[in-house]
């Protein structure tokens, strides 16, 4: 998917994208071979030339700061199938809504790493854990868990980061994550499968104010499950939207109308 992207390019949209592929240029060193390419005069090829030579020995280099500013946020999931095996799940739980923290959850894609207020969460613990990672990876983390994090531990993540509602949404599976898991089959623990973001944070309420152990393990366990069940979505959505823009560009030379 990274090499076959072009949407990184000043000026190029999804429709400019799909006419560079309409043209049997499917990744960049077709782009860089090719003597002229419709849609972009010679002075604006040559610019494209620098850009791509720029963004391709970023990835070589694992530059992913560069990575990560140069691809537009909405299209880092591109990005996925290279950095999967070194990409982190990421879901937090607050006492309220953008309220204090109680929980940070991590998986890695094989085990999970939960840090909990008042037991192993610090700035310095999260910090080192997170720089492992080349990707970051959450469900409507771009407008909560990343902004929270940031004004509580003044941690924000310089890597690429795929916010998975956005890709979701554009392959028409909408709603909160619990709806989306419903939507493609995936099931929680009899235990835990009606808890809600609002009982989360009861049960964090509950733990301080009785000690019982059981309100904490309850609370791990459905972060758990949250941060797990964030990758077969990932596999799925991303797959989905990936064959839909590849769909649109193989109807459109074909003259034909889709309907995805």
């Not at 982190?88 to 959850?105: K, M, N, S």
């Amino acid at each position: 998917m990274l090499r076959n992207s072009f949407i990184f390019l000043d000026r190029v949209s999804h429709a400019r994208e799909s006419r560079i592929w309409q043209q049997n240029i499917h990744e960049w060193n077709d782009f860089l071979a090719a003597t002229t390419i419709k849609g972009f005069s010679l002075e604006a090829k040559e610019r494209a030339n620098t850009d791509i030579r720029l963004f391709k020995q970023a990835f070589l280099e694992d530059d992913l700061a560069f990575l990560a500013e140069k691809m537009p946020q909405q299209e880092h999931w591109r990005m996925y199938d290279e950095y999967k095996s070194e990409a982190v799940f990421l879901d937090i739980e607050t006492a309220q809504e953008y309220g204090g923290i109680t929980v940070v959850g991590l998986f890695d894609g094989e085990q999970t790493k939960t840090f909990v207020r008042g037991i192993n969460l610090d700035k310095k613990a999260l910090l080192q854990e997170l720089q492992k990672y080349k990707m970051l990876i959450t469900y409507n983390g771009s407008s909560f868990d990343l902004p929270v994090i940031t004004k509580y531990f003044q941690i924000n993540p310089n890597i690429p980061h795929v916010d998975l509602r956005g890709v979701c949404s554009r392959v028409g599976l909408v709603g909160g994550l619990k709806s989306i898991e419903k939507q493609l089959g995936i099931k929680r623990p009899e235990s835990i499968k009606h808890v809600t973001g609002h009982d989360a944070a009861a049960l964090w309420r509950c733990w301080k104010a009785t000690g019982d152990r059981d309100f904490l393990d309850m609370l791990i366990t459905y972060n758990e499950e949250d941060i797990v069940n964030l990758k077969p979505i990932a596999e799925i959505a991303i797959k989905k939207l990936w064959d839909k823009l590849r769909n649109v560009t193989v109807c459109s030379s074909m003259g034909q109308s889709c309907t995805l």
